[in-house]
Nanobody, 126 residues
Framework: VQLQASGGGLVQAGGSLRLSCAASGRTFSSSAMGWFRQAPGKEREFVVA????????SYADSVKGRFTISRDIAKNTVYLQMNSLKPEDTAVYYC????????????????????WGQGTLVTVSS
C-alpha cells in the first residue's frame, strides 16, 4: 500500500490550500483515512479522519469549521480542503490509512493507522 500526499505549499494567513492523498495497492472498502500534522518541535497531532465507506468524519477542534475532508472512492483519493489558514496550522501534514474503522474517537489515534504517506509541508505566513 502506498499513500502519496500532495498539495502543500506556502500561503498567507486567511488563505486556502487543498491537500490530496492518493492511495494505491488496495481498495479501502471499510476503513479509515486520516490526516495528521506535525509542527516543528511538537508531537504529531490528529487533524481529521473519514470512514472510507460511510463517509463519517471526525475533526480536531482546532480545525473544525475551517477544514473539510472528502473522498473520491473511484480515484482512491482523499482530500483536505483547508480554509482560513492560520500561522499555527504550519506543519508537515501526513495522510494515513487504516484497515479498520471503530468510530470517530478511535480514528483520532495515530497508532490505529497501518499506512502512512510521506508528508507534505504547509507553511502559513502571518
Amino acid at each position: 500500500v502506498q499513500l502519496q500526499a500532495s498539495g502543500g505549499g506556502l500561503v498567507q494567513a486567511g488563505g486556502s490550500l487543498r491537500l490530496s492523498c492518493a492511495a494505491s495497492g488496495r481498495t479501502f472498502s471499510s476503513s479509515a483515512m486520516g490526516w495528521f500534522r506535525q509542527a516543528p518541535g511538537k508531537e504529531r497531532e490528529f487533524v481529521v479522519a473519514i470512514n472510507w465507506s460511510g463517509g463519517t468524519t471526525s475533526y480536531a477542534d482546532s480545525v473544525k469549521g475551517r477544514f473539510t475532508i472528502s473522498r473520491d472512492i473511484a480515484k482512491n483519493t482523499v482530500y483536505l480542503q483547508m480554509n482560513s489558514l492560520k500561522p499555527e496550522d504550519t506543519a508537515v501534514y501526513y495522510c494515513a490509512a487504516s484497515t479498520h474503522w471503530y468510530g470517530s474517537t478511535w480514528a483520532r489515534t495515530d497508532t490505529k493507522y497501518d499506512y502512512w504517506g510521506q508528508g507534505t509541508l504547509v507553511t502559513v505566513s502571518s
